[in-house]
């Protein structure tokens, strides 16, 4: 499952649609992880530019890698604008069991930060400003990507 959306992930309805495909997988463990903006050096929000070929890519290299293991993923991200106290990242992993879904999730989810092609500005002021102190050079590319 993977998912773009415009503006801030609504989360319990996202969620509810994952649970729904995976309370049938007998499966023991849905993991998930949001991650919300917060409040932090006057930034109002974040905005986000996604390269969508790359990153759907970039999940189906996960997708491939696990299709043997008995485990689904499940991404959700936003573009463009997305205020503090909000999310803009979720993603999931169902699996058999607890310990390999919690080691999943965070392999994932650490991939993710060095390898997707997403692009983040802060919003100070209104004004919409490169994030790139806290960006990192792509695995592969001469392009930058954000760190968090």
């Given at each position: 499952m993977f998912e773009l959306h415009q503006g801030a992930l609504e989360i319990p309805s996202i969620y509810a649609r994952w649970?729904?495909?995976?309370?049938?997988?007998n499966c023991g463990a849905l993991i998930t992880f949001c991650g919300i903006v917060r409040a932090e050096d006057e930034i109002e929000a974040l905005s986000f530019d996604i390269y969508e070929p790359?990153?759907?890519?970039?999940?189906?290299?996960?997708?491939q890698?696990?299709?043997?293991?008995n485990v689904s993923l499940m991404f959700a991200h936003s573009i463009g604008?997305?205020?503090?106290?909000?999310?803009?990242?979720?993603?999931?992993?169902?699996?058999?069991?607890?310990?390999?879904g919690l080691k999943l999730i965070n392999d994932f989810v650490e991939d993710f930060k060095a390898s997707a092609p997403i692009w983040k500005?802060?919003?100070?002021?209104?004004?919409?400003?490169?994030?790139?102190?806290?960006?990192?050079?792509?695995?592969?590319?001469g392009i930058l990507s954000t760190k968090d």
């Amino acid at each position: 499952m993977f998912e773009l959306h415009q503006g801030a992930l609504e989360i319990p309805s996202i969620y509810a649609r994952w649970y729904e495909y995976a309370k049938d997988k007998n499966c023991g463990a849905l993991i998930t992880f949001c991650g919300i903006v917060r409040a932090e050096d006057e930034i109002e929000a974040l905005s986000f530019d996604i390269y969508e070929p790359l990153l759907k890519t970039w999940f189906e290299k996960w997708c491939q890698k696990l299709a043997n293991e008995n485990v689904s993923l499940m991404f959700a991200h936003s573009i463009g604008e997305v205020k503090v106290h909000e999310s803009s990242y979720f993603a999931g992993v169902l699996s058999k069991q607890r310990k390999l879904g919690l080691k999943l999730i965070n392999d994932f989810v650490e991939d993710f930060k060095a390898s997707a092609p997403i692009w983040k500005y802060d919003i100070i002021n209104g004004e919409k400003i490169y994030a790139k102190e806290r960006s990192l050079k792509l695995q592969g590319t001469g392009i930058l990507s954000t760190k968090d």
